[in-house]
């Protein structure tokens, strides 16, 4: 069972991965949806193709 978080924002999720140490993808819509945070051992094509993100415009921020 995976675990996603939601944010209202990039920047909270950014800031909670910062915190807690989870590591993991960011998938930001370009709508304003809340941002969601994805395990780090998931791919790319992964989260893209995932129910929270396929089909949408939005920009996937990983860990730098």
């Known amino acids: 069972m995976e675990t996603l978080l939601t944010f209202l924002t990039a920047q ?3 800031e909670y991965r910062h915190e807690h140490g ?3 993808w960011i998938f930001a819509p370009e709508d304003g949806s809340p ?3 994805f395990p780090p051992d998931m791919t790319p094509t992964g989260i893209l193709r995932h129910p929270m993100s396929r ?3 939005g ?4 860990c730098g």
Do not use: W
């Not at 920009?59 to 990983?62: A, N, P, V």
């Open 12 to 14: 909270e999720a950014r």
């Open 55 to 57: 089909g949408r415009s």
């Open 35 to 37: 941002s969601v945070l």
């Open 22 to 24: 989870t590591g993991g």
């Open 59 to 62: 920009e996937l921020i990983g």
